[in-house]
Every structure is written in structure tokens, then in C-alpha cells.
């Protein structure tokens, strides 16, 4: 493929790949499956560039390839080996920017978010990235009103996982 | 406050907390080999394409016999027919797999992206059943033949009741269906554990809309 598509799409992919690490951040749980998935989601990426048209944003086409990468094409690779919690080592909540209990509180969410499925962690992404419902049933392939339905689940399945 | 609200807060900081990876890390990682569903899949089926047809092919190459017994045979238009539909038919799967294959866009929604996944799934199990049909009408019709040429045995039923050569034909018959559905829960099984995660994350889409 010529150079020149291959440099802008580094580009563009270094620019926004903070898209890629949050997808990597739900669904893995360690440093190790994080870079592998981060590795599928660059190749899938990148086979997929040349069609990209530019009608959407590049960060907007970057959160269907980086889900669809995640729940539907992979495959967990087997050098994979399990180390350290993730949420530990790389992404240590600082001191002074919490209180203890937000500190906490924050942690049990994550642990929370990580025991939902592929679906719901997909639909508690794209809210977190403030994407509007429309986005959300694009992206999914469902109606408006079932991913509202459905987001309203979710907000009640993390609830009762905090409190049992 | 809202517990996703309170996560929403949190999510937004954590930007600069991600390893950020270089240019040349992100063109090195782009072209390193990709491990998805889809290519196993695609492997897959051209494995199912290929053991079937060395199947049919195996017996013609390996025995002089049966070599010398087929070119008799290639004057009958009865063979040559069936050999042209079952070339006719393979030909038929090949196409179906490829412009299913090529349906594959990873730029698909969700839901679109996994029906076009679980669809080559299903022409390649199309494609074992059909052959599984033919073992079942095949080995059974061969085997009376095979008696047939056979002087001895050949003899031997014809001494026997009719009792005997039906109970005889049936268990022929049974232990084909038995083995011919080994093979069918085998590669059940083997595909079920493949896909089950990806037909429970299509479930869970498809759920929503009753």
C-alpha cells in the first residue's frame, strides 16, 4: 500500500489512540491482554483504511472498528499470560486529585463495570465518551429506544453490584 | 451523584494516564499478523472444502482396484452426471463462502458485522450436511455392491432368511447413522465452543428487540 496513505493513518491513529486504550481499558484486565488488544484493533485499523472514506470523523470510525475488535473479532491470543491487575499498575489514581472515599468508590466502579458483559461494557463506553443515544444504536446495530432500554439495565445491574 | 457520573469524571482525567504508543510502534503493530474469529473460520472452511473433497478423491488415487472399477464406470452417464453435479456443487459452496467472506466489514455495526460473521458459519454447515446426506445414501448403496462382487459372501446371503438380511440391513444401515452422527456432534462441538462467544453477544443484541 503507498506510503503516503500508511503516514497519515499513523498519524491519525497516534493523535486519537487514546480511543483505542479505553476500549483495551474495559475489556481487558491486564497489562499484557491490553497491548494485545490494543495490536488487534491497530491491524484491523489499518486493513480497514483505505475504504475509510472520510464522510465520519476519523475518531468516530475509530470506535466501531475498536468495539467490533473487541466483542465480535477477537480472539484471545495464547502468549497471553496473566500479570498484574491492570487498574493497579498503569492507571494508579493519584492522592491529592481524590478523596479517600471517591478513591474507593471509584475502584468498586471499575471492578463493577469489568463484571458486566461484552454489550453493556460496549454501552457504558460509548456513555462514558458522552456519545448520544443515536450514536450508541448506530454502533450496535439496535433501535434508539432498545439501547435507552437497555443502557437503564445497565445502570441498574452496576447498581446492584455495588450494593448486594 | 450518579455512580456513571462519578465514573464519567474519573474517565475524563485518566486521559494522559495511557502509555502512549509511538509512530513507529503503531506501523510496526499494523503489520503484525491478526488473530481474529473471522480468520479461523476462514481456515476452517477451506479445511472442510478440502477434507471432503480428498474423500472423495482418496479411494481413486490409493486402490488400482477401485481406479480400474472407476474408468469402467466413467462410461456411464449415470456416473458421469453425479461426478458434474458434486464438482457443480463444490463449486456452488466456493462461491457462496467467498462473497460471504467478502460481506465481512469490520466498519459494519455490531449486530450487522456478527449476521455476517454467523452467516459463513452456517453455508459451511450447509456444506457438511449436504455431505453427510450423500455418505448416508452412499456407504449403504455401496456396501450392497461390494457384497455383490463378492462370490463367497454373496453366496452366503443368498442362503439366508429374509428375516436375517433385513435385521443385516438394518444394523448396516444403523451403524452408518450412528457414525455418520458422531461426526456431525463432533463438529458441532467444535464450532460451538469457537463461536459461543460470539452467538452469545449476538443473543444479547437480538434479545433486545422482542
Given at each position: 500500500m503507498n506510503k503516503e496513505l500508511e503516514h497519515s493513518f499513523v498519524e491519525q491513529l497516534q493523535k486519537h489512540q487514546n480511543i483505542v486504550h479505553k476500549v483495551c481499558r474495559l475489556y481487558t484486565n491486564n497489562a499484557d491482554a491490553h497491548n494485545d488488544l490494543f495490536q488487534e484493533i491497530t491491524i484491523q485499523l489499518w486493513r480497514a483504511y483505505p475504504k475509510f472514506?472520510?464522510?465520519?470523523?476519523?475518531?468516530?470510525?475509530?470506535?466501531?472498528?475498536?468495539?467490533?475488535?473487541?466483542?465480535?473479532?477477537?480472539?484471545?491470543?495464547?502468549?497471553?499470560?496473566?500479570?498484574?491487575?491492570f487498574d493497579a499498575v498503569q492507571f494508579k489514581i493519584k492522592a491529592e486529585e481524590y478523596d479517600d472515599t471517591e478513591e474507593q468508590q471509584l475502584k468498586l466502579l471499575y471492578q463493577a463495570v469489568h463484571q458486566l458483559n461484552d454489550i453493556e461494557k460496549a454501552l457504558v463506553f460509548l456513555y462514558l465518551e458522552d456519545k448520544d443515544y443515536r450514536e450508541i444504536s448506530a454502533t450496535l446495530g439496535i433501535?434508539?429506544?432498545?439501547?435507552?432500554?437497555?443502557?437503564?439495565?445497565?445502570k441498574k445491574k452496576l447498581k446492584t453490584i455495588l450494593n448486594p | 451523584m450518579d455512580?456513571?457520573?462519578?465514573?464519567?469524571?474519573?474517565?475524563?482525567?485518566?486521559d494522559n494516564q495511557y502509555k502512549s504508543f509511538s509512530d513507529s510502534d503503531i506501523y510496526k503493530m499494523s503489520h503484525k499478523k491478526s488473530s481474529t474469529i473471522v480468520k479461523t473460520l476462514f481456515y476452517i472452511s477451506v479445511a472442510e472444502l478440502v477434507f471432503w473433497v480428498l474423500i472423495n478423491f482418496l479411494p481413486y488415487v490409493?486402490?488400482?482396484?477401485?481406479?480400474?472399477?472407476?474408468?469402467?464406470?466413467?462410461?456411464?452417464?449415470?456416473?458421469?452426471?453425479?461426478?458434474?453435479?458434486s464438482?457443480?456443487?463444490?463449486?456452488?459452496?466456493?462461491?457462496?463462502?467467498?462473497?460471504?467472506?467478502?460481506?465481512?466489514?469490520?466498519?459494519?455495526?455490531?449486530?450487522?458485522?456478527?449476521?455476517?460473521?454467523?452467516?459463513?458459519?452456517?453455508?459451511?454447515?450447509?456444506?457438511?450436511?449436504?455431505?453427510?446426506?450423500?455418505?448416508?445414501?452412499?456407504?449403504?448403496?455401496?456396501?450392497?455392491f461390494s457384497i455383490n462382487e463378492h462370490p463367497e459372501?454373496?453366496?452366503?446371503?443368498?442362503?439366508?432368511?429374509?428375516?436375517?438380511l433385513v435385521i443385516m440391513s438394518l444394523v448396516a444401515?444403523?451403524?452408518?447413522?450412528?457414525?455418520?452422527?458422531?461426526?456431525?456432534?463432533?463438529?458441532?462441538?467444535?464450532?460451538?465452543?469457537?463461536?459461543?462467544?460470539?452467538?452469545?453477544?449476538?443473543?444479547?443484541?437480538?434479545?433486545?428487540?422482542?
Open positions: 472514506r472520510g464522510d465520519s470523523k476519523f475518531s468516530t470510525w475509530m470506535y466501531r472498528v475498536g468495539l467490533n475488535t473487541a466483542i465480535t473479532l477477537y480472539r484471545k491470543s495464547k502468549r497471553r499470560i496473566n500479570t498484574q491487575d433501535t434508539e429506544v432498545n439501547a435507552r432500554v437497555k443502557m437503564n439495565r445497565v | 455512580e456513571l457520573e462519578l465514573l464519567k469524571k474519573d474517565w475524563k482525567r485518566s490409493l486402490s488400482e482396484k477401485m481406479k480400474a472399477q472407476l474408468e469402467e464406470m466413467s462410461h456411464s452417464w449415470i456416473y458421469v452426471s453425479l461426478n458434474i453435479i464438482y457443480l456443487v463444490i463449486i456452488l459452496f466456493v462461491y457462496l463462502l467467498w462473497r460471504a467472506h467478502k460481506a465481512i466489514s469490520v466498519t459494519d455495526n455490531a449486530k450487522k458485522l456478527m449476521e455476517s460473521i454467523l452467516k459463513t458459519r452456517k453455508i459451511i454447515k450447509y456444506y457438511v450436511l449436504y455431505n453427510l446426506s450423500i455418505a448416508l445414501i452412499s456407504i449403504p448403496i455401496s456396501l450392497y459372501i454373496s453366496e452366503q446371503l443368498s442362503n439366508a432368511t429374509t428375516e436375517k444401515i444403523g451403524i452408518t447413522i450412528a457414525f455418520l452422527g458422531l461426526v456431525w456432534l463432533f463438529y458441532k462441538l467444535i464450532y460451538g465452543i469457537l463461536i459461543r462467544r460470539l452467538n452469545r453477544n449476538y443473543q444479547e443484541l437480538k434479545k433486545l428487540e422482542i
